[in-house]
């Protein structure tokens, strides 16, 4: 059994393969952390434009980068909370998060960082929030970050 | 505050405010609600003493299998009161204590233990003889649970027969879709649940759900629920029949009780889909109140918002466990620790990265030892174990917490397979006792088929699947449908087998080698 199933959580050489810096300055792209064979599709069929790929329900997605528009529909349904939207702003780091939780942090907000751990990796601002009565109770919200935490920051904490 | 307010996912619609009496004190509740979540929302812990030694109980399973939450209501003697719903003035009163169940004296026989070993009564107090009349009558207010109703209870007692093609025992996810399919065919259905709301499980999984795109996958438990519901309403030729129990199965004859109403249903074909209860596991003080099953905890929460406590700890990391955690957190409520026995995370990775990244850990190759506290947990006792399952000396630690969620697996609810005289086996793989089978779920009693979790324990996605098929297949049998339905059975077997191709099928494939002929 590979070891993350022991610890429940990635570490940042488990991740697989990333986009480029290059995509990630041009608009935001999906990021999956979702390694393990499970029956699931639900991120296959929510993507348009044929970003996620699959070879059975059981098989884990792969990203193709370039084909990803950044919409955000898959991040919306995946029942795992595996999906992040990534990208570089203004060369500061953004991270879409899945939210739900109460309370729900509004924009301009400044919110404690958190790893995949649970551990406090600094702070950021909330710069875009998807309301949860919009998206069936799960909220989405931005973060931006220092551009060297986006591959480690998945969750955060209203302060 | 106890019952929950707000919540991220969940509105909670009080019903009309009542007032209930337990043990001639007034509580709070609300329509809608059973007994035991109200009197639990009103602080209560202990809801029962143990038979011999008088232990303080409290729920368990909050589904009406456990019974350690019985009470007398309304001067019926043990009942389970997580299933009766309160109404205005209700008096429900403790039994098997004096003076009440928080303080009762005979508690000290668990103490005198060494005093009345087992079969004591065979012993002694049996000479003089002529003081045995008294002895026997002293000794006999000590056992029993409960006292008879005071007065003879006056109500009224119906009878009523009922003629169907297919009687669908359990309105779970497998249940409705069996009653969806035959329903669709043209089969005249009773579909029967002893709930007053159909959706088994579904009802209480806040969680958007796994499985393919096509059978919702990414829609909340509590959604699916609510979308088979109005599917169900659609067909006038499914009779609905909630807050029905089923008791047994004669010679293919439906017995069930509706109130005051003795049900004889009398079917061409019956599908069971009775679902599956929680098992527990075994250490010290594993009987103290606030040692829940995870099940329970979720009942207790999702559906009537009442939060369990302030700090649990989960024992068993399975997808139950995961999500409880998860949904424990979005009530608001800590959880200390998730503990596993075996050396990896036993439920999906993605759940258990969820609640690992809000700072939960999850320690495998842990398990309990014991459980601290009088009347109520107040923390435990973990250890780590070795690659023998060996405690490893010194590992000990204690865990700060006011519960204790057990989520160690299910069992399926077999008991009427067993009585209508399916040829049951073993699978541990499949969860316990499951019936002999054929591929549409047909078992060895011709014209009962299965479907669902009692099948074998699996997912909300199989068992909508399995319900399906046993629905086509029962109705195909009786004449409903053309080509086409025989058509979409195939597809839904191979669907099942799709489903179950990855390396969490492979468990349920080696079980299903056993059972299916
Ligand atoms: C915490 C948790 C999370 C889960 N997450 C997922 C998930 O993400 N994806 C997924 O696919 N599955 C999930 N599941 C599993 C899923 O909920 C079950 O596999 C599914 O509900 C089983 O359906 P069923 O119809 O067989 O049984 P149930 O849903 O248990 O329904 C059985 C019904 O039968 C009724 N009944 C029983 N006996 C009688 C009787 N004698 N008379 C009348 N009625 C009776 C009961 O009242 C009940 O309504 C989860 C389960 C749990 C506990
Ligand atoms: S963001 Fe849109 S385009 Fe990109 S993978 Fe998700 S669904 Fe597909
Ligand atoms: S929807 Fe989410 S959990 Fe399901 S396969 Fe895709 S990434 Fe994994
Ligand atoms: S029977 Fe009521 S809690 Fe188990």
């Known amino acids: 059994m590979t070891e993350y199933c022991k610890r429940g959580y990635l570490l940042v050489s488990e991740i697989g393969e990333k986009p480029s810096e290059e995509r990630l300055r041009q608009k935001k792209v999906a990021f999956i952390e979702c390694p393990q064979e499970i029956p699931c599709n639900a991120c296959v069929h929510s993507c348009k434009f044929d970003a996620v790929l699959m070879d059975n329900i059981n098989a884990p997605p792969k990203m193709d980068y370039d084909a990803c528009t950044g919409c955000m529909r898959c991040i919306r349904v995946c029942p795992g909370l595996a999906i992040f939207m990534l990208e570089i702003k203004d060369d500061m780091g953004r991270v879409t998060m899945p939210y739900e939780f109460l309370p729900v942090p509004e924009k301009g907000e400044t919110v404690k960082l958190l790893n995949r751990e649970g551990k406090e990796v600094g702070e950021g601002t909330v710069t875009w929030v998807l309301p949860p009565e919009r998206n069936e109770g799960t909220a989405l919200v931005t973060v931006e970050m220092n551009k060297d935490l986006i591959y480690e920051v998945r969750a955060f904490r209203v302060v | 505050m106890v019952r929950l307010e707000r919540h991220p996912i969940l509105e909670f619609k009080k019903g009309k405010r009542v007032t209930i009496y337990f043990d001639g004190r007034p509580v709070e509740a609300y329509e809608g609600e059973t007994v035991a979540a109200a009197l639990y929302a009103s602080g209560l812990r202990i809801f029962s003493r143990s038979f011999r ?26 009942v389970r009161t997580c299933k009766v719903y309160v109404r205005d003035g209700m008096q429900i009163r403790s039994q098997n204590s004096f003076p009440n169940v928080n303080t009762d004296f005979y508690e000290i026989f668990d103490r005198l233990d060494s005093l009345f070993p087992h079969g004591f009564h065979y012993k002694k107090f049996i000479k003089p003889s002529f003081m045995r009349p008294f002895f026997v009558n002293s000794l006999r207010k000590f056992t029993g649970l409960g006292n008879f109703p005071k007065e003879e209870l006056g109500e009224e007692a119906y009878k009523k027969e009922i003629e169907c093609d297919i009687a669908i025992i359990g309105a779970g996810p497998a249940g409705l879709s069996a009653a969806i399919y035959a329903g669709e065919l043209g089969a005249d259905i009773c579909l029967i649940d002893e709930n007053p709301r159909v959706g088994g499980q579904l009802i209480k999984q806040t969680h958007r759900f796994f499985g393919s795109a096509e059978h919702g996958a990414g829609t909340r438990g509590i959604k699916i629920a609510e979308q088979l519901e109005e599917e169900i309403k659609r067909y006038e030729n499914v009779n609905l029949m909630l807050r029905t129990g089923v008791f047994g199965i004669y010679n293919g004859v439906v017995g069930a009780v509706r109130d005051n109403t003795l049900l004889k249903i009398k079917p061409k074909k019956i599908i069971i889909a009775t679902g599956a209860y929680e098992r527990t596991l075994i250490f010290e003080n594993n009987d103290l109140p606030g040692v829940y099953g995870a099940g329970g905890v979720q009942t207790l929460m999702n559906v009537y918002g009442v939060r369990p406590g302030d700090t649990g700890l989960v024992v068993g990391s399975g997808n139950v466990g995961l999500i409880l955690t998860y949904q424990l957190l979005q009530a608001g409520v800590n959880v200390a620790a998730i503990i596993e026995a075996m050396p990896v995370i036993g439920g999906y990775f993605v759940h258990a990265a969820k609640v690992r990244r809000l700072g939960v850990p999850i320690y495998t190759r842990h398990t309990i030892k ?57 699978v ?20 009962i088929y299965v479907a669902g979790d009692v099948a074998g324990i699996e997912e909300a996605s199989t068992a909508m699947i399995e319900g399906r098929i046993s629905g086509l297949d029962s109705a195909i049998k009786l004449g409903y449908g053309d080509e086409k339905a025989k058509e979409m059975r195939e597809k839904m077997v191979m669907e099942l087998e799709d489903m179950r191709s990855g390396p969490f099928g492979i468990r349920i494939l080696e079980g299903l080698k056993h059972v299916v002929v």
């Open chain 2, 428 to 447: 541990p793989n499949l969860g316990g006792f499951v019936p002999v089978r054929d591929k549409y779920m047909e078992t060895t009693k011709k014209g």
């Open chain 2, 53 to 78: 030694f008088h232990r303080p109980r409290g729920f368990f399973c909050a589904i009406g299998k456990c019974s350690s939450c019985m009470m007398e209501v309304d001067g019926i003697p043990n």
């Open chain 2, 370 to 426: 014991r459980a601290y506290g009088s009347k109520t947990v107040e923390g435990a006792q973990i250890i780590a174990l070795d690659d023998k399952w060996q405690e490893i000396p010194g590992s000990g630690r204690d865990i700060e917490c006011d519960f204790i969620c057990i989520s160690v697996g299910l069992s399926p609810t077999h008991e009427l397979l067993y009585q209508a005289g399916c040829e049951m086996k073993f």
